[in-house]
Each structure stands twice: as structure tokens, then as C-alpha cells.
């Protein structure tokens, strides 16, 4: 297995402009989330999914859109990029969404740099 | 909103030595998991350790265990025979019974002296 998978691993985009993070997983989670890491600030739930066709906002969902067509892809797209949202983006995934502790497996990470 | 706190932004152990990484918490649940993960330099946030909050007995894994006190809501990581791959960003992490959402603390990056 692959596990989680994310693309790109850096990306540099200019004030405005629109761009997608794509997220896979091979396990068949039915749960996928999108955080972000900002310095001194751990992780931030930006949008979640428990399964395909069903999303729902986290901690930090302005600027941010979802969309769950499969049970693989989650992919997040910023619509019109701001500095604000410079940060490395992790998703993650887990069995059975986060019921009894279940693990959540992280991507490796995508570097954004706005502008 | 629940909170997590992590009061030392960076610690420093000799190798093969003890040392512990403090985590504290606010909720008003009485069920519910916390987490332990490590980042290092690569980025990969892994999974060291969980308990769950029904369970009075500390968890274990290995040179990890963890000290939970709920009535305090503290949960420090116990971290022994410290190695050199041990060095990384150290997160503390809750999550509701009832939540599907993870709340961080700021972390703390360990550093290893050989």
C-alpha cells in the first residue's frame, strides 16, 4: 500500500490565484482530512469527509473548498489564494472515521507558499 | 472549544537518558482519546502513543509511556533510553468520544545530545 499520498510537495503561487491539493489514499478509509501547520501552532482541521459525497467544515474553513467524489481522492482547492494561507497542508485518513481512538495516517505534506 | 496546551516549546536529553514532554488539557467531556505524535525533520507525523480517557491504567509502547492524571487533565510523555532518532516535533493531540476532530497542541521539539 501507498498509504496517503499528496501532491505537490511544494507549490509557489501568487496572490489570487487558484490552485487544488490533491489527496489519495489505498486503504479504503472512509474518513479523509485536510489540517495545516503553521509555526507554533500545531495542526488545524481545515475540512474533514466521513465518507463519499458527505463533507463538513473544521477549524478553519474560510478560503478552503472540499469535495468527496470517491472514497480514495480528497482533494482541497484554494480559490483565490491569499498570503494568509502560506502553511504546509497535511491530509490524513482513518478507518471508520475517529471512533474508539481509531489512527488517523498522515501524507507526507504539501509546502504552499503564497505571494 | 476544547484546548491543548503544550507549556515547553523545545527540551534537550542526553542520550540514553530520561525525559518527559508536558501536555495539558481543556474539556468539559469525560470520554475521550489523546495522542502523542512525532514529526521529525521529514515532515511524516507519526504515531507514538494514544490513551483512552476510560482507562486508568497509563498506556505503553515500548521506551514511550505516558503519565495521564484526568482529574488534572494532564498527559506528559515519558520518553526513555533516549536515542538519537528520538529528535523531532512532539505533538499532543484530543479528540471527543463523540467529535471527529482532532485538536492539537503547539508542540515541542525535542533535541537529542550525543
Known amino acids: 500500500n501507498a498509504g496517503v499520498t499528496q501532491t505537490p510537495k511544494f507549490q509557489v503561487l501568487k496572490t489570487g490565484q487558484s490552485m487544488t491539493l490533491q489527496c489519495a489514499q489505498d486503504?479504503?478509509?472512509?474518513?479523509m482530512s485536510w489540517y495545516r501547520q503553521d509555526p507554533g501552532m500545531g495542526l488545524r482541521l481545515i475540512h474533514y469527509?466521513?465518507?463519499?459525497?458527505?463533507?463538513d467544515q473544521g477549524e478553519v474553513p474560510n478560503g478552503y473548498n472540499v469535495s468527496r467524489s470517491t472514497t480514495e481522492d480528497f482533494p482541497l482547492r484554494l480559490l483565490s489564494a491569499a498570503p494568509s494561507q502560506t502553511s504546509v497542508y497535511f491530509c490524513?485518513?482513518?478507518?471508520?472515521?475517529?471512533?474508539?481512538?481509531?489512527?488517523?495516517?498522515f501524507g507526507p505534506g504539501t509546502r504552499l507558499t503564497v505571494l | 472549544a476544547q484546548t491543548v496546551t503544550q507549556s515547553q516549546p523545545e527540551m534537550s536529553v542526553q542520550e540514553a537518558e530520561t525525559v518527559t514532554l508536558s501536555c495539558t488539557y481543556d474539556?468539559?467531556?469525560?470520554?475521550?482519546?489523546l495522542f502523542w505524535y512525532k514529526q521529525p525533520p521529514s515532515r511524516q507525523m507519526i504515531l507514538v502513543i494514544r490513551?483512552?480517557?476510560?482507562?486508568?491504567q497509563n498506556a505503553t509502547e515500548n521506551r514511550f509511556s505516558v503519565n495521564f492524571q484526568k482529574a488534572a487533565k494532564s498527559f506528559s510523555l515519558k520518553i526513555s533510553d533516549s536515542q538519537l532518532g528520538d529528535a523531532a516535533m512532539y505533538f499532543c493531540a484530543y479528540r471527543g468520544n463523540a467529535g471527529n476532530m482532532l485538536t492539537f497542541g503547539g508542540g515541542t521539539r525535542l533535541m537529542v545530545k550525543p
Open positions: 490513551q483512552e480517557a476510560y482507562k486508568q
Open positions: 469527509s466521513v465518507g463519499a459525497g458527505i463533507t
Open positions: 486503504m479504503n478509509h472512509e474518513y
Open positions: 474539556t468539559s467531556e469525560s470520554d475521550y482519546y
Open positions: 490524513a485518513s482513518s478507518y471508520q472515521g475517529l471512533v474508539r481512538g481509531n489512527e488517523q495516517f
